[in-house]
């Protein structure tokens, strides 16, 4: 893994935010192709400072702006709000009331430490490629149900930078969604239920819903290599004793039997699948054979989200393209084409596109060459010859895709508005 000092980020951050941030590309996604004049203007930024100082509501007229101003301050985090009815950095000066968040995509933060319960291999704010896989079910079970039983076509999902992933959902009635029907549409998507003090989180009936067995079935490609040979979930009596606790007290008996001439984790799941069938049988109850077995799948593999992340118009979340402070590793998107092979080990790292950078070849031909060069251009030059590059690229695709179906909009309302 890079290695990163802390210390040296105050001069890393400086060198990212003038030659490396791609400010184009960021400010052609919030301005959403200027569809709305003060679309930008209304939107709300908010910085984290060195010593963790913290400033909100600020807003900014134009992409020359939020750069000088991010130049000038060299965040150590960005997080983006929701778009006010007023100028964010205006809102003292705005009558009591009248300062209203009206627009925001509909987001999710699924964070690795709500794993806490059923990971064996870290806790806390640490992650391995052991349990990085509950990410990758996470993405592919929340998008698969984005995309195909909600029908939201523009999904931009981002590396936090440390232990979990956020997912940015843009489509245009997407973004004017009220709390409420948010907090429907995060109802539908949780099934694990239930604090510290629950042991059993997840139960199911004899109508189990498409969107359950979908999920089962991404779960199914990863369950064995994940849980029972990375995690190991039926090692011992201690962890099994977790699973005995999901399941009806009648086959304990039959389970803590079997489970003791087991020799390893398949062993005992291969056990505790054909105790399940015969306990069903045998009480003339076949057709729920699946449900305990997918149950306990579930529980330990399921998406976690954060309710209150989703549901609030006005809720920040960090932006992508940020520095994770205490990793180095910035926040990039995931190609969804390619989330099996999405490494949270092999993202850039503040200190690697730095160096990276250096490295370029600064002959004096190159010099005369570029003195002439804008800004942008150099910047565009500069991070196209980093390992950023290939991210930028994801985030571009996910633009274009917008940029298309924001046209393909405006000419369908064009052909309505004709008079024939």
Known sequence: MESFDPAELPELLKLYYRRLFPYAQYYRWLNYGGVVKNYFQHREFSFTLKDDIYIRYQSFNNQNDLEKEMQKMNPYKIDIGAVYSHRPSQHSTVKLGAFQAQEKELVFDIDMTDYDDVRRCCSSADICSKCWTLMTMAILIIDRALKEDFGFKHRLWVYSGRRGVHCWVCDESVRKLSSAVRSGIVEYLSLVKGGQDVKKKVHLNEKVHPFVRRSINIIKKYFEEYALVGQDILENKESWDKILALVPEA???????????????????????????????????????????????????????????????????????????????ISVPINLQKVDQFDPFTVPTISSICRELDAISNNEEEKEENEAESDIKRRTRDYKKTSLAPYVKVFEQFLENLDKSRKGELLKKSDLQKDF
């Not at 109850?285 to 989703?310: G, H, T």
């Open 251 to 329: 086959i304990h008996a039959d389970l803590q039997q079997g489970f003791q001439k087991c020799h390893s984790s398949l062993q005992r799941w291969e056990h505790l699948k054909k105790t399940i069938a015969k306990h069903q049988n045998n009480t003339k109850n076949d057709k729920c054979a699946p449900w305990l077995e997918w149950e306990i799948m579930l529980q330990y593999c399921f998406p976690r989200l954060d309710i209150n992340v989703s549901k609030g118009i006005n809720h920040l979340l960090k932006s992508p393209f940020s520095v994770h402070p205490k990793t180095g590793r």
